[in-house]
């Protein structure tokens, strides 16, 4: 297992982890109506619980809303990005620090410092994110741990801060000459916070950005290759969370109007994950039911450890955060709100009967089979003139260190054809795909997609530039629909970046255009009858043509098929191929790598034949056929009368 | 509120050479108990890829079970043995209770684990000991003076136990059939399993070998750093950024990771600032995660932290 | 799926309100004498008439422990129990210092409301652990205010003081810090302290650095609130700009000292000084005599209590440090005025806990017989205690007590005795400045 596959989310193998949103009209409906109902409730719950409880409940509760904040970014960070920080305490004292010395000293208004806070907070995780996203698993949460205690250290040092008492005397929140610090007052304003983030990160997690992340949680080479950028949207969600830190930590600052080195603490950072974790991942809810759970359980621990151990003292309520964690990842992986989707799931009705995953086929190529003249399909305005070169390869090289596995490859792949590119197992098909795509950097030579040289240039700038590819061994992306696959596909074809997707609104339009265009291409390979069902539970064959979908969904002028014909039946590769002829009418340049020659001979304009890393034949399907070094390369030296089939 | 930045001044120095060798001396007492918390993460880590963020509390309880069984009128020798003996088994208990139920779990879920048992045990630690320090008498009473340079009798009781421990758990590797089927699971998983090697089994030799090199440290550093509940916690952090400047991988280069980091923070924590000595092992963290993942040791730099197959 | 949707969230609402019912049930069990559901409780506090609610028969509440947020929480009412809320470091670094407070507060409660209260008024006491934070003390006295209490006594050390002294200003509610830094009480309207000042400690420090003829010091520090300043308190009480050769810090965690150490060795001053509370001062004064330093070494008032010399050990042998005087209690003479005080209270917590009290017991003492004369003498109108404890006079265990609006402290250097250890003990020192 490399750990790349384990970084992601809590409980890959076991059960739903990730906040993973599933694309398509019903389900999304569904979640709309819940997410609303959720919300209503909450909001009258929030207008009417401090006027029905204690003033000392009310405080408790304050509190709760405080690190439901800052445990709602965790979770996004977690469930969304797949990444882990046992340091976020630090980006809440970055934030409480802020805002109390511009209230303290400088006389600045404290709605005025909490946005200057939040501000400073998040530059200062972009600045630090920016090495340390480059690791992963174990290696990042020690990582961001370290720059938790170094913020707690340099808090303590330092004179600007206060040292080791820190900053006192913070003004509370003031308008117009006003202060509100009673608990009430301060209940409202933090959780009238804690609304606007939780739905900031509902629409968010549902939208452009949380679709991305989730195929980014399935298969990072895929949606890379997808035009995903995967490092800066981590970058921007760490950003984002480290911003909902801050604001936490300014609702602390001004509610308890001191703050120390203590915000900083490694306990806390524990105590926030523990709220993000026991709430569960897969849904924004989560953090704010486990901030009241941990709370809940904080101040209970609290009060009754001392009578079952008299003479206790001290953070002893711990005991209890580090069983119920050691449990919760055991036993309750998905965290409460699964817990409680899964329950009311087997409360409520029966699953629909699962949809029928076989047959159809690709329906655009039927229709024009039979006059073998080929409907012009997919065009693009702006695409380059047909044969305009659109792949240039040129003496490329990729050594694993003492094995040369391609060696001085040319190869040129222009508009308005098809390019076959077969050989022998090994022979460095796939390597070389892997290099065209962006997934391997090349030891030497060059590679030029649309007329940008982008040789050991990350995927998804491969396709920036216009170049998608599928994958030998699939690459689907098992926690979505088939439509919501294919939608990831029109990442680089939609805008909505962090904001616009947490705002919604400006987004909402985008999302149906890019549900329609799935849908289109859905039905155009034939899997309509799939669209809204799980892309798991597809056949293999199914799912390559799912991933060709996708690949089209990005509007490529260069499309990079790996083996697209394994596992299909003999009509959906009859259907396959008029599609594959169709898209070449309209202009796109198509490189193929298929296993089954015959296909190949019948549908490439020309043919390059790979072995051994090196290309030993380039031409026209008859020359290749009749090639005696292709000949040998396929059956050995002994086979001197065999021919390879040729064209039909 | 108001003062110097960094916060200390200084007179010049006349005893440079000595102070020099006196801060090494400090240094590597402190650093020979990283090393052996370090030790514990990489073997844990080589058989399972867990990193058992427990490590520290291991050498946290192996001290008070030390104090209180010398409390309880049993000779320190024995005290020591028994409380390494004690946590050896906890170790095992803690691998089959919480990190087998979870096998197959994604980093972020073992980090989680190790993190809950390692906050159970400081919390069970307060509640039985309250919040006081307590320690170890030193094994050995005085102090002894190498031309000017003082060392306490108890820095050299901890280097010997150190050598002991690792040279120990290298015979052990090295020389017994269990051992060589233990590197057979490290090194060649699929291998090691294909001739009968249990996985699980292997796992919680790992958590009791590792048990045993973080209690050693525990009891053999106690007299000197004073335990309390929390020191795991740093003990534990500074034993896995040794581990990292050892690239994670070595008992030896462990070792050396710890003494490294641990006359860096003296030397800092004099010529620097001895208010940021404890910010000077993770800024070396980052700094050696980010440019150097492999471990300041190894040979083979380059490789990107994380995406290396095990 | 809409019904299945609703139950989800049927579910999780059960759910949070459970939680929450838990909490106010945790509210009621707490306290035998509440007089309903927490949740009756009204937001405003506007105080239920005096008189009721009064049942409860042990007055003094442990840390941590709810208590009854119904009944008698009327402030300007001179009727129904007296309310006092503390706030210690019970847990934490300052454990040490918060401990025995606690225990001295309790103990006192007990005997007062033995002996009928405080004008017949019984006093209840609500002591709340800040865990030696700052946040965590303000938090604490921001839920002690929800409570109404008629004062608040506390915090143990300067940093949580201070971190309470402007909530205390702001809610116009006395406050009586147990710490040493004078900054608490500087310019302050509502806030007093009965630890006798750094400023008069350090007084009597160089006082005695003068009768040793000694020059220079070097200063190694607690780097929390407790050791801020000190150096240019040196400077300043001394006149004499060059007086501290070398200072350094330590954490109030610290277990390592060998730096600090070296830095002592090498500035060579006359006398050293560990500004510090134990352990870490115990800690440091053993890597003091590890690495050979034979330069007489001083402490502040922060090591009076037996953890500095059960951690110290041998290595305790030989300090001299100024503190008030009851660790010497039994070497004092007949005609002190403290004497008698003193000696009354050793026996009684010595009786009550087995151990002798330390110099910090000492400050709860007096913080709560302030408090109490106060309220003996006006009632409970916080204005008036204010003014009332502007004039304060009292002897108490850590001096005598003249406080005036100017100085909300009260102490001078007399309140200290020069005190050295010896045979794992202390004792007055030959030398006394100033002839105390």
Not at chain 1, 26 to 34: I, M, V
Not at chain 1, 47 to 60: C, K, N, R
Not at chain 1, 425 to 450: D, H, I, Q, W
Not at chain 1, 525 to 532: F, H
Request: hydrophobic residues 50%; glycine residues 12%.
């Amino acid at each position: 297992m490399t750990e790349t596959e384990a970084a992601g989310v809590l409980a890959d193998d076991r059960s739903d982890g990730g906040m993973r949103m599933t694309t398509g009209g019903a389900a999304q409906r569904r979640r709309l109506r819940r997410d609303f109902a959720g919300l209503a409730v909450l909001i009258a719950g929030v207008v009417a619980f401090p006027l029905l409880a204690s003033s000392q409940l009310v405080f408790v509760a304050v509190f709760a809303g405080v690190f439901a904040l800052a445990a709602l970014g965790l979770s996004l960070l977690l469930g969304l990005a797949g990444q882990i920080s046992l340091g976020h305490a630090g980006f809440l004292a970055i934030g409480a620090y802020t805002s109390a010395i511009l209230t303290t000293r400088y006389q600045q208004n404290a709605l005025l410092a909490s946005v200057v806070a939040v501000g400073v907070t998040m530059v200062t995780a972009a600045a630090v994110g920016t090495p340390i996203l480059r690791l992963r698993g174990h290696y990042l949460a020690l990582a961001t741990l370290g720059f938790g205690i170094i913020v707690a250290v340099v808090a303590n040092q330092w004179d600007f801060t206060g040292g080791q008492s820190g900053i006192f005397g913070i003004r509370k929140v003031e308008f117009n000459g006003r202060v509100y610090d009673d608990p009430s007052e301060q209940f409202w304003l933090v959780w009238a916070a804690v609304v606007g983030a939780l739905i900031l990160a509902r629409n968010l997690a549902s939208g452009r950005v949380g679709r991305a992340l989730g195929a980014v949680n399935d298969s990072e080479v895929a949606a890379e290759t997808l035009g995903v950028d995967t490092f800066r949207l981590r970058l921007q969600v760490f950003v984002l969370s480290a911003g909902l830190a801050a604001v936490a930590g300014s609702c602390y600052a001004h509610v308890v109007g001191v703050v120390n080195a203590q915000a900083a603490s490694f306990l806390l950072s524990v105590e926030l994950l523990l709220m993000a974790v026991i709430g569960g991942l897969a849904s924004v809810w989560g953090a704010v039911v486990g901030a009241i759970f941990v709370r809940a359980l904080s101040e209970a621990l609290t009060a009754y450890i001392p009578r079952v151990v008299p003479g206790a003292s001290g953070e002893y309520q711990l005991i209890g955060f580090g069983v119920v964690l050691v449990v919760a990842v055991i036993f309750l992986p998905g965290g409460f709100v699964s817990a409680g989707t899964r329950l009311a799931g087997r409360l409520g009705a029966r699953r629909r009967p699962r949809t029928p995953v076989s047959g159809g086929g690709v329906t655009a190529a039927s229709d024009h089979e039979a006059t073998g003249e080929a409907a012009p399909l997919l065009l693009r305005a702006g695409r380059p003139a047909v044969g305009t070169a659109v792949l240039l390869v040129r003496g490329l090289e990729l050594h694993f260190g003492g094995v040369r596995a391609v060696q001085s490859v040319d190869l040129e792949v222009r508009t308005g054809e098809i390019v076959g590119l077969i050989g022998p197992n090994g022979a460095g098909k796939t390597t070389l795909f892997n290099v065209v795509s962006g997934v391997l950097p090349p030891t030497a030579g060059t590679v030029e997609v649309g007329g940008a040289r982008l040789e050991g240039r990350r995927p998804h700038a491969v396709a920036a530039a216009r170049a998608a590819r599928t994958f030998q061994n699939l690459e689907i992306f098992s926690s979505m629909t088939v439509v919501g696959n294919v939608a990831v596909g029109r990442h680089l074809r939609s805008r909505a970046g962090v904001v616009a997707g947490a705002l919604a609104l400006p987004a909402r339009a985008e999302e149906r255009a890019i549900d329609a265009e799935a849908r289109r291409l859905v039905e155009l390979l034939g899997l309509g009858d799939v669209a809204d069902s799980p892309a798991a539970d597809l056949p293999f064959g199914r799912q390559r043509l799912v991933e060709i979908a996708r690949a089209l969904a990005t509007e490529p002028d260069l499309l990079l098929l790996d083996e697209p014909m394994a596992g299909l039946s003999a009509a959906e590769r009859a259907g396959l191929a008029g599609l594959l002829r169709r898209l070449r009418a309209g202009g796109m340049a198509i490189l193929l790598v298929e296993h089954d020659i015959e296909a190949v001979m019948a549908l490439a304009d020309r043919v390059a034949v790979l072995d051994d890393g090196r290309r030993i034949a380039y031409g026209a399907p008859s020359e290749v056929s009749d090639d005696p070094a292709v000949i040998e390369a396929y059956l050995g030296a002994d086979a001197e009368q065999t021919t390879l089939g040729g064209p039909a | 509120m108001t003062g110097p930045w960094p916060p200390t001044s200084r007179t010049v120095r006349d005893r440079g050479v000595i102070d020099f060798l006196q801060l090494t001396v400090a240094g590597l007492s402190a650093g020979s108990a990283y090393g052996l918390v370090a030790v514990g993460f990489v073997t844990i880590h080589s058989v399972t890829g867990i990193i058992n963020l427990a490590q520290g509390e291991f050498a946290m309880v192996a001290a008070f079970v030390a104090i209180a069984l010398l409390a309880a009128g049993l000779p320190l020798p024995i005290a020591a043995l028994l409380a390494v003996l004690v946590v050896a088994l906890g170790a095992a208990a803690v691998e089959r209770v919480a990190i087998a139920p979870a096998a197959g779990s994604s980093v972020v879920a073992y980090i989680m684990l190790t993190l809950g048992v390692s906050i159970t045990l400081k919390a069970s630690a307060l509640l039985i000991e309250g919040p006081q320090p307590s320690a170890l008498p030193a094994f050995t009473p005085g102090i002894l003076s190498f031309g000017g340079v003082l060392v306490r009798p108890q820095d050299l009781w901890i280097l010997a136990a150190t050598a002991v421990a690792a040279l120990g758990l290298y015979g052990f590797l090295e020389r017994t059939v269990t051992g060589k089927a233990f590197r057979a699971c490290a090194e060649q998983p699929t291998a090691a399993r294909l001739v009968g090697i249990s996985p699980s089994r292997m796992s919680t030799l790992s958590f009791v070998l590792a048990g045993v090199v973080g209690a050693v440290a525990g009891v053999a550093s106690s007299p000197v750093i004073q335990t309390d509940w929390n020191i795991g916690l740093f003990l534990g952090l500074k034993g896995f950024v040794a581990a990292s400047l050892g690239g994670l991988a070595s008992i030896p280069a462990a070792i050396a990771g710890g003494l490294l980091l641990g006359v860096v923070e003296s030397l800092g924590a004099f010529y620097i600032s001895s208010g940021l000595r404890d910010a000077i092992a993770f800024f070396v963290l980052i700094v050696v995660l980010v440019a150097r993942p492999s471990g300041v040791f190894s040979t083979h730099a380059g490789v990107r932290a994380g995406v290396r197959a095990h | 799926m809409t019904r299945s949707s609703f139950r989800w969230i049927g579910a999780t609402l059960t759910v949070l309100l459970l939680l929450l019912a838990g909490c106010a049930e945790s509210d009621d069990a707490a306290d035998p004498g509440a007089t309903g559901p927490a949740g009756e409780a009204t937001v405003a506090g506007t105080g239920v008439p005096g008189g009721d609610g009064t049942a409860t028969a042990g007055a003094a509440t442990e840390a941590g422990e709810a208590t009854d947020t119904e009944g008698a929480t009327d402030t300007s009412g001179e009727e129904g129990p007296i309310r006092m809320g503390a706030v210690l470091d019970i847990t934490g670094p300052g454990a040490n210092l918060g401990g025995p407070e606690r225990d001295t507060l309790q103990l006192l409660a007990e005997q007062i409301n033995a002996a009928g209260g405080v004008d017949g008024r019984e006093v209840e006491l609500d002591i709340r652990d800040n865990q030696s934070r700052e946040d965590e003390a303000a938090t604490q006295l921001t839920s002690l205010l929800q409570e109404e209490v008629d004062i608040i006594l506390g915090a143990s050390r300067t940093g949580p003081s201070l971190a309470m002294r402007p909530l205390a200003e702001q809610a116009a509610i006395p406050m009586i810090s147990l710490a040493a830094n004078q900054a608490i009480v500087d310019g302050s309207e509502w806030v007093f302290k009965t630890a006798q000042n750094d400023r008069v400690v350090v007084e009597k420090i160089v006082a005695y650095m003068q009768t040793q003829d000694w020059q220079t010091l070097g200063l190694v520090r607690d780097a929390s609130a407790f050791g801020e300043g000190v150096a240019d308190l040196f400077r300043d009480v001394s006149g004499d700009a060059d007086i501290v050769a070398v200072e350094e810090r330590f954490a109030t965690d610290a277990t390592e000292f060998t730096a600090q150490m070296l830095s002592l060795r090498s500035a060579g001053a006359d006398v050293n000084v560990i500004w510090g509370i134990p352990p870490a001062a115990a800690t440091a004064t053993q890597a003091y005599r590890d690495l050979g330093l034979d330069i007489p070494l001083m402490h502040s008032h922060g090591i009076g209590n037996q953890v500095f010399l059960e951690v110290a050990g041998p290595a305790a042998e030989g300090v001299v440090f100024p503190i008030g005087r009851l660790l010497v209690a039994d070497e004092l003479g007949d005609d002190d005025p403290q004497k008698e005080v003193i000696t009354t209270f050793v026996a009684d917590y010595a009786d009550a806990y087995g151990a002798p009290p330390s110099t910090f017991a000492g400050h709860a003492y007096d913080a709560f017989q302030l408090a109490v004369q106060a309220f003996g003498e006006v009632g409970t109108d916080p204005a008036a205690v204010r003014d009332y404890l502007e004039t304060a006079e009292l002897t108490g265990i850590s001096g005598v007590f003249r406080m005036t609006p100017e100085d909300h402290s009260g102490l001078t250097s007399d309140a200290l005795v020069i005190v050295e250890v010896a045979d794992g003990d202390w004792t007055l020192a030959a030398d006394q400045p100033d002839g105390s």
